[in-house]
């Protein structure tokens, strides 16, 4: 039995310049006036945000991604033998070999594609070869062209692109920014040791990325 399998990692390789929320908002839900935890609780507003991110599959401040893929196209062949196996759906459905979906939406722009070849040279691919729909987050061939197949067998491809709601805290939607403050107020009073709240689950409900395909 074989199935099509092709590793995608994304990374954030520019961090945001500035975090949704602020220290003093955190302050104010929990009541604080000294100064003291100021940088404790900042780092925990950093982890709540990190956190939200994750689970939501979204980027909120604009910061900059490098997604590797091990190819474009689903051509890599893995052979299992016979039996029955409990995989993850990304690992035996790849998607449309003319369209990458991209992880960490919204997507703003794509900066950059690159290859490597066998030898592990780098080829930056033409953008005039490929178009960029930041509504649903992927990048699609135009017309006649098709994506290099001759590369090396890992982390053959390089997409850099920039994602985020905005610069500003006030571009990130509302119930995620009361979402991050919630779990940072709860990350600091139990000095850690808590569970994502529900309330956060629910606030963060419709903007949950539930297509995972991009991760076969």
Same mark, same amino acid.
């Given at each position: 039995?074989?199935?099509?399998?092709?590793?995608?990692?994304?990374?954030?390789?520019?961090?945001?310049?500035?975090?949704?929320?602020?220290?003093?908002?955190?302050?104010?839900?929990?009541?604080?006036?000294?100064?003291?935890?100021?940088?404790?609780?900042?780092?925990?507003?950093?982890?709540?945000?990190?956190?939200?991110?994750?689970?939501?599959?979204?980027?909120?401040?604009?910061?900059?991604?490098?997604?590797?893929? *091990?190819?474009?196209?689903?051509?890599?062949?893995?052979?299992?033998?016979?039996?029955?196996?409990?995989?993850?759906?990304?690992?035996?459905?790849?998607?449309?070999?003319?369209?990458?979906?991209?992880?960490?939406?919204?997507?703003?722009?794509?900066?950059?594609?690159?290859?490597?070849?066998? *030898?592990?040279?780098?080829?930056?691919?033409?953008?005039?070869?490929?178009?960029?729909?930041?509504?649903?987050?992927?990048?699609?061939?135009?017309?006649?062209?098709?994506?290099?197949?001759?590369?090396?067998?890992?982390?053959?491809?390089?997409?850099?692109?920039?994602?985020?709601?905005?610069?500003?805290?006030? *571009?990130?939607?509302?119930?995620?920014?009361?979402?991050?403050?919630?779990?940072?107020?709860?990350?600091?009073?139990?000095?850690?040791?808590? *569970?994502?709240?529900?309330?956060?689950?629910?606030?963060?409900?419709?903007?949950?990325?539930?297509?995972?395909?991009?991760?076969?």
């Amino acid at each position: 039995m074989q199935y099509k399998y092709n590793r995608k990692t994304p990374i954030v390789t520019v961090e945001p310049a500035s975090e949704p929320v602020t220290v003093a908002e955190i302050k104010d839900v929990l009541r604080v006036e000294g100064s003291d935890d100021d940088t404790y609780i900042g780092n925990l507003a950093k982890a709540a945000r990190e956190y939200v991110e994750n689970y939501l599959d979204r980027a909120l401040i604009t910061q900059t991604i490098t997604f590797w893929l *091990d190819r474009f196209n689903s051509d890599y062949v893995e052979t299992l033998d016979g039996g029955t196996y409990d995989l993850p759906r990304g690992y035996v459905l790849n998607g449309d070999d003319r369209q990458i979906d991209l992880p960490k939406l919204p997507l703003q722009s794509v900066t950059s594609v690159s290859t490597f070849g066998t *030898d592990n040279s780098e080829t930056t691919y033409s953008s005039s070869n490929y178009s960029v729909d930041t509504v649903s987050g992927r990048i699609y061939l135009n017309e006649g062209e098709t994506f290099p197949t001759d590369l090396r067998d890992a982390q053959g491809a390089k997409i850099v692109y920039v994602a985020g709601y905005g610069d500003n805290a006030t *571009d990130v939607p509302e119930p995620i920014r009361q979402a991050i403050i919630i779990y940072t107020a709860k990350l600091y009073e139990t000095r850690g040791m808590c *569970d994502f709240p529900c309330e956060c689950k629910a606030l963060l409900s419709t903007y949950k990325v539930l297509d995972d395909l991009w991760i076969g």
